[in-house]
């Protein structure tokens, strides 16, 4: 069982928003850190965002200002707003949890993806 869903994904045209959601089934991350990370063709994962169990947040520069993650606790759940989407945010969203972290290799638990398309 696929321990974290992600939910959102679809094409934009360049300027526009995406909502991405995360639940996680079958147990919950209250406790630990929901981040989302991204994977462009032929690029490496990268961090974009997570939030800690207390509501702190981290942001990589690229997304600083354009997205925003929240944490709904009483749904179990976490969003990325993605506002003034840029053809560069073309990638598929990984959403995963654990301790803490901006590097993938400190996440045990992770989403199958969705994929966000951004046009020029």
């Known amino acids: 069982q696929v321990p974290l869903v992600e939910s959102g994904g679809g094409s934009v045209q360049a300027g526009g928003s995406l909502t991405l959601t995360c639940t996680p089934s079958g147990r919950t991350f209250s406790a630990y850190t929901l981040a989302w990370f991204r994977q462009a063709p032929g690029k490496e994962r990268e961090f974009v965002a997570l939030?800690?169990?207390?509501?702190?947040?981290i942001y990589a520069d690229s997304v600083k200002g354009r997205f925003t993650i929240s944490r709904n606790k009483a749904y179990n759940r976490m969003s990325l707003q993605m506002n003034e989407l840029k053809s560069e945010d073309t990638a598929v969203y990984y959403c995963?949890?654990?301790?803490?972290?901006?590097?993938?290799?400190?996440?045990?638990?992770w989403g199958q993806g969705t994929q966000v398309t951004v046009s020029s």
């Open positions: 995963a949890a654990d301790k803490y972290g901006t590097t993938s290799s400190n996440y045990d638990y």
């Open positions: 939030a800690e169990w207390n509501g702190n947040t």
